[in-house]
């Protein structure tokens, strides 16, 4: 392994993911500094495929020389590493556990449902847009009146959804849907996580990210 890689943070990524945005955020956060490696996925590093030997994904984080993957684990692991920047988890155990239920209810529902409204036409599609809309005002009733999920202070359960309100555009417009008529309070939590410098700087234009989908439907031979 390179000299780089046994030292330091460096965070293999692609610049759209949802997953790897997570990452940055939280480092950005935490302020630490790293090096980050843009992976092309058609084409993956070795030491992507050496370090996440399971599922040849992005994020990985390397600490040290020691890989960690899967986004929501990497958050955890920039935490409790650098304990000593304002925390991204509540300290209670009870709230830890709430957080964490939030989180793991984004990854199971989010991307999966997103993606069918971009890749599914017609009743499929439909479908897709009602469990959408149901998934985004569970999310809308647990923030309620709060400034951001954790309360007063911007944490875990806001770095884990964040990242896909830059693909909301994209919901949108392949579905014919407007996320602000259906959940406006879930709209301006957004909009005040774009206030901080973490997520501005690591969020792409909606339009941009628009254009990748469009390159994707080209792929996969969607109309
Ligand atoms: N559950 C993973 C998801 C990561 C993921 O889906 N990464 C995608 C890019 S957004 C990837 O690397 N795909 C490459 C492949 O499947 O070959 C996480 O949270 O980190
Ligand atoms: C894949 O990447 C490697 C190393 O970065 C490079 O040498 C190789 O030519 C690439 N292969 C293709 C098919 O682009």
């Known amino acids: 392994m390179a000299d780089a890689e046994m030292k330091g943070v460096v965070l293999l990524d692609l610049w759209v993911s949802p997953f790897g945005q997570r990452c940055r955020i939280a480092l950005a956060e935490k302020g630490v500094e790293y090096e980050y490696r843009e992976e092309n ?128 555009y994209t919901y949108e417009t392949c579905a014919g849907l407007s996320v602000e008529a259906e959940v406006p309070k879930l709209v301006a939590w957004a909009k005040r996580c774009m206030e901080r410098e973490s997520v501005a700087k690591t969020l792409y234009d909606p339009h941009k990210v628009y254009e990748f989908v469009l390159f994707l439907k080209k792929k996969y031979g969607v109309e």
Not at 56 to 62: F, G, N, S, T
Not at 78 to 103: C, G, K, M, T
């Open 41 to 168: 996925l058609a084409n993956k590093s070795a030491l992507l495929v050496k370090s996440n030997p399971v599922h040849k994904k992005i994020p990985v984080l390397l600490h040290e020389g020691k890989p960690v993957c899967e986004s929501l684990i990497i958050v955890q692991y920039i935490d409790e590493v650098w304990s000593d920047h304002a925390p991204l988890l509540p300290a209670d155990p009870y709230a830890r556990a709430q957080a964490r239920f939030w989180a793991d209810f984004i990854d199971k529902k989010i991307y999966e449902c997103g993606t069918r409204l971009w890749k599914l036409k017609g009743e499929a599609q439909q479908e897709a847009k009602k469990e959408f809309v149901e998934i985004l005002t569970l999310l809308e009733g647990e923030l309620g009146d709060k400034k951001y999920f954790g309360s007063e202070t911007f944490g875990f359960v806001d770095i884990a959804l964040i990242p896909f309100s830059s693909w909301f």
